[in-house]
């Protein structure tokens, strides 16, 4: 009799609950309706009300009239997916994130290290502190063209800097408007201004009388570097191997291989030949004579950890005194003894 009783109570509370839920979901759909809205609009609150109520409300299908039962289970599953996504999203599993700062060393240590591959970078950032699998290097390295092993002028010009040198031509127009043209012949090591001359008209065999005068009186290098100017031709290269120099000719309009000469021509025009009125060639020929002298005496350059191309010693004691260069375009400053 008792268990009877407690069963009709259960059902009766059950039945009442299904009624609530029922009228919850009747009501929702009804203010969904009555909302301002030429369109139907449902939130994403009500989308989850609608998923939460369906889960235990029985008859839901038969009393769901704004939208099909297949979109109400398809929000159910978005919903559960987005809760899973919740209570998953606080836990770390797998491998930890990899910072941006680790990711750009990796691409710098492949990029200046072409012949490295993944192995040896991951062996470099251990030595270095860095927690990472070699999988995850392999996955940053950014992926090489086939030439990319190649070693890169900048390289080459570190490699060699020893035993090479460079030459270049400009040109500065006179006071009647001819033009000048200025060879200039670099030494890598030190920077050094080696030789340089002017001429109206240059030619393969003036250039190469250049080279000869220069080679008289300094060691002979490895390597010259020069552009693809016209004024050079074929006899040029073939009478450069008789001296024993390998050249090397840089890609078309691609100056930033030749780029110390490029840099110290700026320097010369920069400092110089932009602030003066150039009447012939001889007197291009001694400003450019004075200048030279300055930069390879006292002039001091980043290269040389701030000392001059023929090096300059530090002076500590006297009086220091002006002396002007290029009446007065430039100044060096020297102590002398009291």
């Known amino acids: 009799m008792l268990k009877s009783l407690f069963i009709l109570l259960l059902s009766s509370f059950k039945t009442n609950s299904q009624l609530r839920l029922e009228l919850l979901f009747l009501t929702k759909q009804i203010e969904i309706l009555q909302r301002n809205s030429p369109r139907l609009?449902?939130?994403?609150?009500d989308k989850l009300i609608f998923s939460?109520?369906?889960?235990?409300?029985?008859?839901?299908?038969?009393?769901?009239?704004?939208?099909?039962?297949?979109t109400l289970v398809k929000w159910h599953k978005n919903a559960?997916?987005?809760?899973?996504?919740?209570?998953s999203r606080g836990k770390k599993n797998g491998r930890p994130r990899v910072n941006k700062e680790l990711i750009c060393l990796i691409r710098q240590i492949a990029n200046e290290n072409p012949f490295w591959g993944a192995p040896r970078i991951h062996g470099e950032l251990k030595k270095l502190g860095f927690d990472v699998s070699e999988s995850t290097v392999q996955r940053y390295i950014l992926r090489r063209n086939s030439g990319s092993t190649d070693q890169k002028w900048k390289t080459f010009l570190k490699n060699h800097i020893k035993e090479t040198v460079s030459i270049d031509f400009f040109t500065i127009p006179t006071i009647n408007?001819?033009?000048?043209?200025?060879?200039?012949v670099l030494d890598h090591h030190r920077r050094k201004i080696i030789h340089f001359n002017v001429t109206m008209h240059p030619t393969t065999d003036w250039i190469l009388q250049q080279l000869r005068n220069v080679f008289s009186e300094h060691t002979v290098p490895k390597y010259l570097i020069r552009d693809r100017d016209s004024k050079y031709g074929s006899?040029?290269?073939?009478?450069?191997?008789?001296?024993?120099?390998?050249?090397?000719?840089?890609?078309?309009?691609?100056?930033?291989?030749?780029?110390?000469?490029?840099?110290?021509?700026?320097s010369i025009k920069r400092e110089c030949l932009d602030h003066i009125v150039i009447?012939?060639?001889?007197h291009l020929r001694k400003v450019l004579k004075d200048y030279i002298s300055y930069y390879n005496k006292y002039r001091t350059h980043l290269a040389n950890n701030k000392d001059s191309p023929e090096g300059r010693e530090v002076q500590v004691v006297g009086k220091i005194e002006k002396v002007p260069v290029l009446n007065g375009l430039h100044n060096i400053y020297l102590r002398k003894a009291a």
Do not use: A, D
């Open 52 to 70: 939460l109520v369906k889960t235990f409300l029985s008859n839901w299908k038969e009393r769901i009239f704004i939208v099909k039962p297949n």
């Open 41 to 45: 609009k449902i939130k994403e609150t």
């Open 279 to 282: 009447i012939n060639e001889n």
């Open 235 to 266: 006899v040029f290269s073939n009478r450069i191997k008789q001296f024993g120099i390998k050249e090397y000719v840089t890609s078309y309009r691609s100056p930033w291989q030749n780029g110390y000469v490029e840099r110290v021509i700026g």
């Open 80 to 87: 559960f997916r987005l809760y899973w996504y919740r209570i």
């Open 177 to 184: 408007f001819k033009m000048v043209n200025v060879l200039v």
